[in-house]
């Protein structure tokens, strides 16, 4: 399984992004993916995830200004993505995609993913 993100680049702030994150190998619609994000010396936190059946959950401070979505049509991976607009200073992150191998739901915490990708790098000014 290989995670890649892209998407990310240096937008004003009140403009948008779309990030997407390429989950090669990873062909099971069942379990929960998700978008973290992290400043550097800070922890890593939840951004939004979304589930099996496309249930979906946000972060409070992005509900209304991002929307994540899954596609699986492709049988040889799902592919994340992350609709980003309304964006603001405190947005600058390096953004992860997370994958779950098993097990039901959408957790925040981090350790409940087994899959990660390396990053793309967000920045807003």
């Known amino acids: 399984v290989q995670l890649v993100e892209s998407g990310g680049g240096s937008v004003q702030a009140g403009g948008s992004l779309r990030l997407s994150c390429a989950a090669s190998?990873?062909?099971?619609?069942?379990?929960?993916m998700g978008w973290f994000r992290q400043v550097p010396g800070k922890e890593r936190e939840g951004v939004a995830l979304?589930?099996?059946?496309?249930?979906?959950?946000?972060?409070d401070s992005v509900k209304g200004r991002f929307t994540v979505s899954r596609d699986n049509s492709d049988n040889a991976k799902n592919i994340l993505t992350l609709q980003m607009s309304g964006l603001n200073i405190e947005d600058t992150a390096m953004y992860y995609c997370?994958?779950?191998?098993?097990?039901?739901?959408?957790?925040?915490?981090?350790?409940?993913?087994?899959?990660w990708g390396r990053g793309t790098q967000v920045t807003v000014s």
């Open positions: 997370a994958a779950r191998a098993a097990g039901n739901g959408c957790w925040w915490e981090e350790y409940r993913y087994d899959y």
């Open positions: 190998g990873y062909t099971d619609s069942s379990y929960c």
């Open positions: 979304v589930g099996g059946y496309g249930t979906r959950t946000y972060a």
